[in-house]
């Protein structure tokens, strides 16, 4: 270990979904450690003949007509974003457009939608404190979402007085790896951490860790790990 590699010697398993791994796994191997890819979410968009993409897609043609939008995460921007120049070469005027995350906000700028961030957190609470958020009653506010997560975001500002619209864009699902790679991937050696970035992909390592004739102690040797991080967007 060296000041220059501080992770040197240190396996860290990288779960996030296969196309957003890359950075943050390119990031631990500068510091030295070996990264140990393991998707723990697939994202996939909806379908255009769904339902819910139906219902995105009225929301962004009234986009003129809402207050502020917001971008709950980096596949929402990307996804959103898409959906948007589909139907507005030009942004409407007046729309504050807000992301939860840097990453987020990096995505849509990379897209030529200039975003708020807020520097003080990467979650729901954080934006909440965002100043275009704080006098909205009877302002029509979009959220740009997949199929499930939180609703703190949605319920706060409804109880602010806002009318809120949620514009589903894509679906997570868990991917389930085969069990000779899972073994070789992270039980055939110890892995010094594991980043996590939600609950939905705890909840997917838990499952794969508690099931099977030959993982059933996997979720035992995954708890003989020392380190286990929040890994934020």
Request: glycine letters at 6%.
């Amino acid at each position: 270990m060296t000041a220059e590699r501080p992770l040197a010697g240190q396996r860290v398993l990288v779960t996030r979904p296969r196309h957003q791994a890359a950075d943050q796994a390119e990031e631990l191997r500068r510091l030295g450690a070996e990264p140990v890819l393991l998707p723990l979410l697939e994202i996939e968009p909806i379908p255009q003949d769904d339902p819910a993409f139906a219902a995105a897609r009225r929301c962004v043609l009234d986009l003129d007509l809402y207050h502020a939008v917001i971008f709950v995460s980096a596949n929402a921007a990307r996804f959103g974003a898409e959906l948007i120049d589909d139907y507005w070469p030009q942004l409407p005027v007046g729309v504050h457009w807000l992301a939860i995350g840097a990453k987020t906000a990096a995505t849509l700028d990379a897209h030529g939608i200039r975003a708020y961030h807020s520097t003080e957190g990467y979650d729901s609470e954080a934006l909440l404190r965002a100043e275009p958020l704080q006098q909205v009653a009877d302002k029509r506010i979009l959220i740009l979402r997949g199929d499930s997560g939180r609703d703190t975001l949605a319920s706060e500002l409804r109880s602010r007085g806002a009318r809120v619209d949620y514009a589903s864009l894509y679906r997570r699902g868990a991917p389930t790896p085969d069990p000779a790679h899972l073994e070789s991937t992270i039980y055939a050696r110890a892995l010094s951490a594991i980043l996590i970035t939600s609950g939905e992909s705890l909840t997917n390592l838990v499952r794969l860790a508690t099931t099977g004739t030959t993982l059933n102690t996997g979720l035992a040797r995954l708890q003989q790990c020392p380190w286990w991080y929040r890994a934020g967007a």
